[in-house]
Each structure stands twice: as C-alpha cells, then as structure tokens.
C-alpha cells in the first residue's frame, strides 16, 4: 500500500451520533454505544485498511464526504492532514482524508486547501464528544500531509511486522 492513498473502512457514517465499531472476531461491524452528547461525526470515521497504530489498533482515519456513506463501505482517499489528540490510552491520532472520486473534493491536497470551520468542528467534535460519559480527552492541535504521511507508512510497516 503507498501512504499516499489509502483504502478506509468506514465504521461511522458523518452525522451519526451511533458508535460502531467493527469487531474483527466476528468480520462485523457493532453497536458500541451511542454518543452520550448531542454531538454528530463531523466526517466519515474508520480505520485505514493494514495499519497498526500505537494503541494496537488499525489508524483511526476521518474521509470528508458530501454525503454519508454507511459502516462497511470502503473508500479509497488521499491522506491531507492528521488531528492529534490524547484519550485514556494515550496519543490518538486521525488520519484526515478526501475521497478518490468525489468531485468536491477532488481539489483539496493538504489542508491549507480546507475551510478552516471544518477544522474548527473536527477539533470541537473530539474535545466535548465524551465529556457527558465522563472520560476525559485532550486535543493537541492538526499535523501537515507529511506528518500523516509518516505515521501511515509505520503503521503499514508495525502491521506487517505483526503479521510475520
């Protein structure tokens, strides 16, 4: 896979306030919880397709799209940016993508490119999300293409790692 597309599996659709989460025991995708705030995803929520994150997990990944897609549809993305925040576990990035094949996206290459409101819900969505289930989290702030770019191709390289 090169880090400069990747292939997303969306778990939660943009404008969903249901948490899913995909289950690799069973190859579904699960009700975790429904947001305890009357917050909606800002974006399409997934994992990027053989990564590894530091939390054990696939990379967490955000495609900005003109209309919701639906939990187990893949899409294939340019990586423009990342979003740095902080949970219980510890760092917690997202990845941020545009879709391959959506015209109204099709312009945007980093994310200079964006409307900086659309930054400005992504960093509010994460810092108040949880906060009605009382967990706290700490958002740290947007990282270049580059910077997305490098974390990918670890995550690709602790997957395979993994997998040997």
């Known amino acids: 896979m090169e880090a400069d597309v990747v ?3 969306v778990e939660i659709p943009k404008g969903s306030r249901n948490k899913y989460e995909y289950d ?3 190859g579904a995708i699960v009700l975790d919880r429904m947001l305890f705030t009357s917050m909606q995803y800002p974006a399409d ?7 590894l994150g530091a939390d054990g ?6 495609v900005f799209v003109g209309e919701p897609t ?3 549809c893949r899409i294939t993305a340019r990586p423009i ?11 917690d990035e997202k990845i941020l993508c545009v879709p391959l094949k959506d015209p109204m996206w099709s312009h945007v290459q980093d994310l200079g490119d ?6 400005n819900e992504i960093e509010h969505f994460f810092a108040v999300y949880k906060d009605l289930e009382g967990h706290k989290v700490g958002v740290e702030g947007f990282g270049e293409r580059a910077e997305a770019l490098r974390v990918i191709a670890e995550a690709v390289e602790a997957a395979r ?3 040997a």
């Open 114 to 119: 964006l409307n900086p409101n659309l930054l």
């Open 70 to 72: 639906f939990p187990g």
């Open 7 to 9: 292939t997303i599996v």
């Open 81 to 91: 940016g990342l979003f740095r925040m902080r949970d219980e576990k510890g760092p």
């Open 57 to 62: 997990d696939p990379l967490d990944a955000l």
């Open 45 to 51: 929520y997934g994992f990027i397709l053989g990564t």
């Open 24 to 26: 690799p025991r069973s």
């Open 161 to 163: 790692a993994a997998d």
